[in-house]
């Protein structure tokens, strides 16, 4: 009787509710993207005085061959909002960690530039971050599942991404 | 060449730096962690007027026996300081929300409860919520990947929650 009426319950509402196994897993996921950025940003703050978003964008400057991107791009790239980038760069530029300047290319643009302070200071930082992202992840779970875990973030990303509802 | 002087390299940094692979899956996580809670906030917001937390909380407020759960209690499971919690009930007791009270038991603890306004904001929410839920993560994943989720979730929680780094 019991499962007669659960089961009729749960078809009226399939659409509408989460059922417990569902709602345990989004729980579990909710705890690791408000814990997991937490634990990210404390390491680097407390041994790097760096937030976590500092952090990334330096390291995503560094990457580029002249160490410059545009701010459009490196706030696209950070999921960050072109106002939080610019707040953010200005306290980069205060530490001389980098600078703007307009795209000699597109005066209407901003270009962001790694100085060699910044460099320094991200090599620096980087192995304390690194061994943290290994203890927390890389290392803590196989090659296999960490590989399975970033295309099913992928997965997820797509429907953010995507205007529909 | 290039290879084995890449594989020597790899070698002696094995554990300092991340793997080509093992970065791109990162910077996915890196991606969902920020962008997730983006994501849902700004639907919570834009059709309820709740942040992610206010629902969380309210939520399992209305889950708890009598509607009601010590503050402390609450900020471990909304995984949110209890100075950030407090200010945070604050706002929803001035909208008949949720009111607070000295815990009948030990007056040295607060009470939330959770409000019939409070309820029926949170029904009226609901709906939007976990269809927005579904969308992107409950039916985009099969149940089984849902399932392996959530179990890495909590391998990085319990990490994170481990003092010993």
């Not at chain 1, 680097?44 to 400057?61: F, G, I, K, P």
């Not at chain 1, 790694?114 to 890389?138: D, I």
């Not at chain 2, 594989?7 to 791109?24: G, K």
């Not at chain 2, 910077?27 to 997730?36: D, E, P």
Request: with cysteine; charged share 30%; net charge negative.
């Amino acid at each position: 009787m019991t499962a007669i009426e659960e089961s009729s319950v749960h078809d009226e509402h399939a659409d509408l509710w989460l059922t417990e196994g569902e709602l345990a897993a989004w729980l579990s996921v909710v705890r690791l993207v408000t814990r997991l950025p937490w634990a990210v940003d404390s390491q680097l703050q407390r041994d790097a005085d760096l937030s976590m978003v500092e952090y990334m964008t330096m390291a995503m400057l560094a990457k580029e061959p002249t160490w410059t991107m545009r701010m459009s791009e490196l706030a696209e790239n950070t999921s960050t909002s072109l106002s939080r980038l610019s707040h953010l760069v200005k306290r980069l530029e205060s530490r001389c960690y980098v600078r703007r300047e307009p795209d000699p290319a597109d005066g209407r643009c901003t270009n962001a530039i790694l100085l060699p302070a910044g460099m320094r200071k991200l090599e620096s930082a980087a192995p304390a971050h690194v061994a943290h992202v290994r203890h927390l992840v890389a290392d803590n779970l196989s090659g296999e599942r960490l590989r399975r875990l970033g295309q099913d973030a992928e997965r997820i990303l797509r429907h953010i991404d995507s205007p529909a509802r | 060449m290039a290879t084995s002087e890449q594989s020597s390299q790899a070698d002696e940094h094995a554990d300092l730096w991340l793997t080509a692979d093992e970065l791109a899956s990162w910077l996915s996580v890196v991606r969902l962690i920020t962008r997730l809670p983006w994501a849902i906030d700004g639907q919570l917001q834009r059709d309820t007027g709740l942040s992610m937390v206010e629902y969380m909380s309210m939520a399992m407020l209305a889950d708890a026996p009598e509607r009601t759960m010590r503050m402390s209690e609450l900020a471990e499971r909304a995984s949110v300081s209890l100075s950030r919690l407090s200010h945070l009930v604050k706002r929803l007791e001035s909208r008949d929300y949720v009111r607070r009270e000295p815990d009948p038991a030990d007056g040295r603890f607060t009470n939330a409860i959770l409000l019939p306004a409070g309820m029926r904001k949170l029904e009226s929410a609901a709906p939007s919520h976990v269809a927005y839920v579904r969308h992107l993560v409950v039916d985009n994943l099969s149940a089984e990947r849902l399932r392996r989720l959530a179990q890495d979730a909590e391998r990085i929680l319990q990490r994170i929650d481990s003092p010993a780094r």
